[in-house]
T-cell receptor
Framework: GAVVSQHPSRVICKSGTSVKIECRSL??????MFWYRQFPKQSLMLMAT?????????EQGVEKDKFLINHASLTLSTLTVTSAHPEDSSFYIC???????????FGPGTRLTVT | KQEVTQIPAALSVPEGENLVLNCSFT??????LQWFRQDPGKGLTSLLL?????REQTSGRLNASLDKSSGRSTLYIAASQPGDSATYLC????????????FGTGTRLKVLA
């Protein structure tokens, strides 16, 4: 099956700093990628849709100026958490869709801890 | 607006039991449904994908069924093992022609040795 990678797997940063998370589709081209966040013992919540070559589409309640998304190529999308605060600490997961099967492939996730 | 519910929220069973996890969705106009497994602190592993034209899919000890008209899917796990302990999530597209998935609340399964 298709493989999606994320980097880093874990990151700890100080409050007020910015953190960039990368999501790569390793063996297929993804015109659309998605970013989710997951709080402990809760399900995944969609944050935004990342579209290659255009602006991301954010879900209601997600601050686009805080969570910057860039999808500059067909295999890479990045999520930058700007001016991070402790409440941004979460598990962030990306996914990429295969248009042929409409199946989504998920990355292994990035654990962000803001101190 | 699509809503996805999973019951039970948590389940603890002895090893060897056959078990059924349930997933309900409110909008039946879906083109597929996926079941995932998530181990603590890890990402998602896709278990089964059922297209809207299919009634069920099987992989090893897992069998997933889909009844669009009633808005339900079940994941059947045969002869459960301690290694099956994880959270199981179902997900459906938010609407037609979109990749945006809505996830269920999950079922936390613990299989006791």
């Amino acid at each position: 099956g298709a493989v999606v990678s994320q980097h880093p797997s874990r990151v700890i940063c100080k409050s007020g700093t910015s953190v960039k998370i990368e999501c790569r589709s390793l063996d297929f081209q993804a015109t659309t990628m998605f970013w989710y966040r997951q709080f402990p013992k809760q399900s995944l919540m969609l944050m935004a849709t990342s579209n290659e070559g255009s602006k991301a589409t954010y879900e209601q309640g997600v601050e686009k100026d805080k969570f910057l998304i860039n999808h500059a190529s067909l295999t890479l999308s990045t999520l930058t958490v700007t001016s991070a605060h402790p409440e941004d600490s979460s598990f962030y997961i990306c996914s990429a869709g295969d248009w042929k099967t409409y199946e989504q492939y998920f990355g292994p996730g990035t654990r962000l801890t803001v101190t | 607006k699509q809503e996805v519910t999973q019951i039970p929220a948590a389940l603890s069973v002895p090893e060897g039991e056959n078990l059924v996890l349930n997933c309900s969705f409110t909008d039946s106009a879906i083109y597929n449904l996926q079941w995932f497994r998530q181990d603590p602190g890890k990402g998602l592993t896709s278990l089964l994908l059922i297209q809207s034209s299919q009634r069920e899919q099987t992989s090893g000890r897992l069998n997933a069924s889909l009844d669009k008209s009633s808005g339900r899917s079940t994941l059947y796990i045969a002869a459960s093992q301690p290694g099956d302990s994880a959270t199981y999530l179902c997900a459906v597209p938010q609407g037609s022609g979109t990749y945006k998935y809505i996830f269920g609340t999950g079922t936390r399964l613990k299989v006791l040795a």
